[in-house]
T-cell receptor, first 111, second 113 residues
Framework: RKEVEQDPGPFNVPEGATVAFNCTYSNSASQSFFWYRQDCRKEPKLLMSVYSSGNEDGRFTAQLNRASQYISLLIRDSKLSDSATYLCVVNGDTGRRALTFGSGTRLQVQP | EPEVTQTPSHQVTQMGQEVILRCVPISNHLYFYWYRQILGQKVEFLVSFYNNEISEKSEIFDDQFSVERPDGSNFTLKIRSTKLEDSAMYFC???????????FGQGTRLTVV
């Protein structure tokens, strides 16, 4: 059974571009949803939580569609420093309360 | 800003040896976790710990693994007899609520030779 699925990328975009990442999860009973960012060989860092109403934090917008079991992340005006792997993370996807991670989508922002 | 700290940052051990990875979670957090990430693969859940006992564990967390909170601040992961396939980055994390985001330490890179 597939758990949290993401397109692995890489997404290569120029500075200033808008880029969107998608993620699907398998368990409709999942309760909490997040995007984390991971730089090469570093720990995952929380980017933002994701709510059904949609939420925005500066250049980042996250959206949750519970009916489709789909999560998205939009990054506007990409910066070189946005280059990283973006991890879709869900509580309860496997019936477990702990976080379940997607494999991540790699973003490379180019000058 | 409070953070999760892990020691050591890198550990090299011989196959069959015991290792203990150490973590100091964020001080007012109640839920503690260990995850691992094999190079090039996704972050995998090992175990969660709450109220001085294991609350969940994955299939990876077999009898070779154990966790302990020996005092009010440390949280440890012990691997009794390491195997080559235990080589990975081990992340400790903590959270203040159930079903909420977790904050990760910088990891311990374990290399089994």
């Amino acid at each position: 059974r597939k758990e949290v699925e993401q397109d692995p990328g890489p997404f290569n975009v120029p500075e200033g571009a808008t880029v969107a990442f998608n993620c699907t999860y398998s368990n409709s009973a999942s309760q909490s949803f997040f995007w984390y960012r991971q730089d090469c060989r570093k720990e995952p860092k929380l980017l933002m939580s994701v709510y059904s109403s949609g939420n925005e934090d500066g250049r980042f917008t996250a959206q949750l569609n519970r009916a489709s079991q789909y999560i998205s992340l939009l990054i506007r005006d990409s910066k070189l420093s946005d280059s990283a792997t973006y991890l879709c993370v869900v509580n309860g996807d496997t019936g477990r309360r702990a976080l379940t991670f997607g494999s991540g989508t790699r973003l490379q922002v180019q000058p | 800003e409070p953070e999760v700290t892990q020691t050591p940052s890198h550990q090299v051990t011989q196959m069959g040896q015991e290792v203990i990875l150490r973590c100091v979670p964020i001080s007012n957090h109640l839920y503690f976790y260990w995850y691992r990430q094999i190079l090039g693969q996704k972050v995998e859940f090992l175990v969660s710990f709450y109220n001085n006992e294991i609350s969940e564990k994955s299939e990876i967390f077999d009898d070779q693994f154990s966790v302990e909170r020996p005092d009010g601040s440390n949280f440890t992961l012990k691997i009794r007899s390491t195997k080559l396939e235990d080589s990975a980055m081990y992340f400790c994390a903590s959270s203040d609520q159930d079903w909420s985001e977790a904050f990760f330490g910088q990891g311990t890179r374990l290399t089994v030779v």
